[in-house]
Protein backbone atom coordinates (compact mmCIF):
# COMPACT_ATOMS: atom_id res chain seq x y z
CA UNK A 1 0.00 0.00 0.00
CA UNK A 2 0.88 3.55 -0.21
CA UNK A 3 2.82 5.21 2.38
CA UNK A 4 5.15 7.98 3.61
CA UNK A 5 7.96 7.73 5.65
CA UNK A 6 10.13 10.52 7.16
CA UNK A 7 12.52 10.99 9.52
CA UNK A 8 11.97 11.06 13.60
CA UNK A 9 12.80 14.12 15.42
CA UNK A 10 12.74 16.25 17.66
CA UNK A 11 15.19 18.32 15.24
CA UNK A 12 17.11 20.76 16.96
CA UNK A 13 18.97 23.61 15.45
CA UNK A 14 20.33 27.00 16.09
CA UNK A 15 18.74 29.79 14.24
CA UNK A 16 20.09 30.15 10.56
CA UNK A 17 21.29 26.47 10.59
CA UNK A 18 20.37 24.91 7.35
CA UNK A 19 17.43 22.49 7.34
CA UNK A 20 17.00 19.23 5.93
CA UNK A 21 14.09 16.51 7.01
CA UNK A 22 13.95 13.53 4.98
CA UNK A 23 10.73 12.11 3.12
CA UNK A 24 10.67 8.97 1.14
CA UNK A 25 7.48 7.23 -0.02
CA UNK A 26 5.89 3.83 -1.19
CA UNK A 27 3.04 4.63 -3.91
CA UNK A 28 1.65 2.76 -6.74
CA UNK A 29 0.84 5.15 -9.45
CA UNK A 30 2.48 8.60 -9.77
CA UNK A 31 1.79 10.45 -6.39
CA UNK A 32 1.82 14.16 -6.05
CA UNK A 33 3.83 15.03 -2.88
CA UNK A 34 3.48 17.00 -0.20
CA UNK A 35 4.73 19.17 3.04
CA UNK A 36 2.70 20.47 5.54
CA UNK A 37 3.14 22.15 8.88
CA UNK A 38 1.54 22.29 11.98
CA UNK A 39 2.11 25.02 14.80
CA UNK A 40 1.80 24.28 18.13
CA UNK A 41 -2.28 24.30 19.10
CA UNK A 42 -3.21 24.28 15.47
CA UNK A 43 -4.42 22.59 11.88
CA UNK A 44 -2.13 21.43 9.11
CA UNK A 45 -0.99 24.46 6.56
CA UNK A 46 0.23 23.27 3.07
CA UNK A 47 3.40 24.40 2.59
CA UNK A 48 4.89 23.08 -0.59
CA UNK A 49 3.71 20.36 -3.30
CA UNK A 50 5.32 18.89 -6.51
CA UNK A 51 2.70 17.12 -8.78
CA UNK A 52 4.94 15.34 -10.96
CA UNK A 53 8.64 14.15 -11.16
CA UNK A 54 11.78 16.74 -10.90
CA UNK A 55 9.32 19.52 -9.88
CA UNK A 56 10.30 21.44 -6.95
CA UNK A 57 7.56 22.85 -4.59
CA UNK A 58 9.05 26.05 -2.81
CA UNK A 59 7.30 28.49 -0.46
CA UNK A 60 8.34 30.50 2.39
CA UNK A 61 12.04 29.71 1.48
CA UNK A 62 11.63 26.02 2.19
CA UNK A 63 12.03 23.65 -0.83
CA UNK A 64 12.12 20.41 -1.72
CA UNK A 65 12.13 17.99 -5.09
CA UNK A 66 10.31 15.37 -6.04
CA UNK A 67 12.90 12.35 -7.07
CA UNK A 68 11.45 9.46 -8.34
CA UNK A 69 14.54 7.49 -9.03
CA UNK A 70 14.87 7.69 -5.27
CA UNK A 71 11.32 8.10 -3.83
CA UNK A 72 11.74 11.15 -1.90
CA UNK A 73 10.57 14.44 -1.33
CA UNK A 74 13.51 16.02 1.01
CA UNK A 75 12.39 19.11 2.61
CA UNK A 76 15.20 22.25 2.86
CA UNK A 77 15.73 25.82 3.84
CA UNK A 78 18.95 27.15 3.69
CA UNK A 79 18.33 29.11 7.12
CA UNK A 80 15.57 28.48 9.78
CA UNK A 81 14.31 31.01 11.78
CA UNK A 82 12.36 30.69 15.66
CA UNK A 83 9.15 31.05 13.72
CA UNK A 84 9.85 27.99 11.71
CA UNK A 85 9.78 25.51 15.14
CA UNK A 86 6.36 23.45 14.50
CA UNK A 87 5.86 19.96 13.10
CA UNK A 88 6.26 19.12 9.45
CA UNK A 89 4.61 16.38 7.68
CA UNK A 90 5.49 14.43 4.32
CA UNK A 91 2.11 13.73 2.23
CA UNK A 92 0.97 11.81 -0.94
CA UNK A 93 -1.77 11.63 -3.08
CA UNK A 94 -2.58 9.10 -5.61
CA UNK A 95 -5.03 9.42 -8.13
CA UNK A 96 -7.41 8.63 -5.09
CA UNK A 97 -9.06 10.72 -2.70
CA UNK A 98 -6.84 10.75 0.75
CA UNK A 99 -3.95 12.34 1.79
CA UNK A 100 -1.63 9.48 3.68
CA UNK A 101 1.00 11.13 5.98
CA UNK A 102 4.15 10.72 7.62
CA UNK A 103 4.35 10.82 11.15
CA UNK A 104 5.66 14.02 11.49
CA UNK A 105 8.99 15.65 12.38
CA UNK A 106 9.22 18.25 15.10
CA UNK A 107 11.73 21.09 14.76
CA UNK A 108 12.94 23.08 17.21
CA UNK A 109 15.15 26.35 16.25
CA UNK A 110 16.94 28.22 19.22
CA UNK A 111 17.61 32.14 19.89
CA UNK B 1 -12.39 34.24 6.35
CA UNK B 2 -12.60 31.61 3.29
CA UNK B 3 -10.85 28.61 5.10
CA UNK B 4 -11.95 25.70 6.13
CA UNK B 5 -13.47 26.50 9.62
CA UNK B 6 -14.26 23.73 12.59
CA UNK B 7 -16.67 23.86 15.59
CA UNK B 8 -15.82 23.82 18.46
CA UNK B 9 -12.15 23.92 18.91
CA UNK B 10 -11.99 22.07 22.38
CA UNK B 11 -14.54 19.80 23.79
CA UNK B 12 -14.32 17.97 27.21
CA UNK B 13 -16.42 15.58 27.63
CA UNK B 14 -17.44 12.39 30.37
CA UNK B 15 -17.06 8.87 28.96
CA UNK B 16 -20.11 7.45 27.81
CA UNK B 17 -21.83 10.61 25.90
CA UNK B 18 -22.32 11.60 22.64
CA UNK B 19 -20.20 14.25 20.77
CA UNK B 20 -21.03 15.99 17.47
CA UNK B 21 -18.56 18.46 16.11
CA UNK B 22 -19.16 20.41 12.82
CA UNK B 23 -17.16 21.47 9.61
CA UNK B 24 -17.75 24.03 7.31
CA UNK B 25 -15.11 23.41 3.74
CA UNK B 26 -14.44 26.21 1.62
CA UNK B 27 -17.34 26.58 -0.29
CA UNK B 28 -16.50 25.62 -3.95
CA UNK B 29 -14.58 22.59 -2.64
CA UNK B 30 -17.17 19.09 -3.50
CA UNK B 31 -14.51 17.09 -1.66
CA UNK B 32 -14.82 16.80 2.17
CA UNK B 33 -12.85 14.67 4.22
CA UNK B 34 -12.20 13.83 8.39
CA UNK B 35 -9.43 12.76 9.87
CA UNK B 36 -8.08 11.94 13.36
CA UNK B 37 -4.66 12.78 14.85
CA UNK B 38 -3.36 11.19 17.97
CA UNK B 39 -0.14 13.51 19.62
CA UNK B 40 3.03 12.34 17.94
CA UNK B 41 1.48 11.27 15.03
CA UNK B 42 0.37 12.02 11.75
CA UNK B 43 -3.43 12.47 11.03
CA UNK B 44 -5.07 9.43 9.76
CA UNK B 45 -8.33 9.15 7.47
CA UNK B 46 -11.38 8.18 8.87
CA UNK B 47 -14.12 9.20 5.93
CA UNK B 48 -14.81 11.32 3.15
CA UNK B 49 -17.54 12.42 1.11
CA UNK B 50 -18.04 13.96 -2.45
CA UNK B 51 -20.31 16.57 -2.61
CA UNK B 52 -23.40 14.92 -0.14
CA UNK B 53 -22.31 10.95 -0.61
CA UNK B 54 -20.22 9.74 1.68
CA UNK B 55 -17.70 6.98 -0.75
CA UNK B 56 -15.14 5.66 2.05
CA UNK B 57 -15.20 5.06 5.60
CA UNK B 58 -11.63 3.74 7.01
CA UNK B 59 -11.60 0.89 9.47
CA UNK B 60 -10.93 3.33 12.25
CA UNK B 61 -14.68 4.39 12.25
CA UNK B 62 -16.49 2.09 14.35
CA UNK B 63 -20.23 1.80 14.55
CA UNK B 64 -19.99 4.64 17.36
CA UNK B 65 -18.55 6.99 14.98
CA UNK B 66 -20.88 8.47 12.17
CA UNK B 67 -20.74 11.49 9.54
CA UNK B 68 -23.13 14.16 7.31
CA UNK B 69 -22.59 15.85 5.00
CA UNK B 70 -26.69 16.57 4.09
CA UNK B 71 -26.56 19.23 1.59
CA UNK B 72 -23.26 18.49 0.34
CA UNK B 73 -21.97 21.58 2.35
CA UNK B 74 -20.72 21.68 5.78
CA UNK B 75 -20.30 17.86 7.59
CA UNK B 76 -20.62 17.05 11.08
CA UNK B 77 -19.26 14.07 12.64
CA UNK B 78 -20.92 12.09 16.05
CA UNK B 79 -18.70 10.09 18.37
CA UNK B 80 -22.15 7.73 20.17
CA UNK B 81 -20.57 6.63 23.51
CA UNK B 82 -17.36 8.30 23.81
CA UNK B 83 -14.26 6.26 25.29
CA UNK B 84 -11.42 7.65 26.50
CA UNK B 85 -9.66 6.26 23.39
CA UNK B 86 -11.54 8.71 21.43
CA UNK B 87 -9.43 11.52 22.82
CA UNK B 88 -7.97 12.78 20.02
CA UNK B 89 -7.64 16.21 17.44
CA UNK B 90 -10.18 15.60 14.96
CA UNK B 91 -9.53 17.37 11.50
CA UNK B 92 -11.41 18.17 8.51
CA UNK B 93 -10.37 19.28 5.30
CA UNK B 94 -11.76 19.89 1.85
CA UNK B 95 -10.46 19.86 -2.06
CA UNK B 96 -11.80 19.96 -5.23
CA UNK B 97 -12.02 16.62 -6.62
CA UNK B 98 -9.65 15.23 -9.83
CA UNK B 99 -12.06 15.62 -13.17
CA UNK B 100 -13.10 19.48 -12.04
CA UNK B 101 -10.62 20.37 -14.55
CA UNK B 102 -7.60 21.65 -12.03
CA UNK B 103 -4.25 20.40 -10.72
CA UNK B 104 -5.20 21.92 -7.57
CA UNK B 105 -6.80 18.74 -6.07
CA UNK B 106 -4.32 18.96 -2.19
CA UNK B 107 -6.16 19.20 0.66
CA UNK B 108 -7.26 22.11 2.97
CA UNK B 109 -7.35 21.77 6.63
CA UNK B 110 -9.20 23.61 9.56
CA UNK B 111 -8.17 23.81 12.55
CA UNK B 112 -9.57 20.89 14.74
CA UNK B 113 -11.54 20.26 17.29
CA UNK B 114 -9.83 18.55 20.39
CA UNK B 115 -11.70 16.02 22.17
CA UNK B 116 -10.60 15.05 25.77
CA UNK B 117 -12.53 12.43 26.89
CA UNK B 118 -12.54 11.82 31.25
Known amino acids: GNSVTQMEGPVTLSEEAFLTINCTYT??????LFWYVQYPGEGLQLLLKATKADDKGSNKGFEATYRKETTSFHLEKGSVQVSDSAVYFCALKTGGFKTIFGAGTRLFVKA | DTGVSQNPRHKITKRGQNVTFRCDPISEHNRLYWYRQTLGQGPEFLTY????????KSRLLSDRFSAERPKGSFSTLEIQRTEQGDSAMYLCASSLGAGTGTMNTEAFFGQGTRLTVV
Open chain 2, 49 to 56: FQNEAQLE
Open chain 1, 27 to 32: ATGYPS
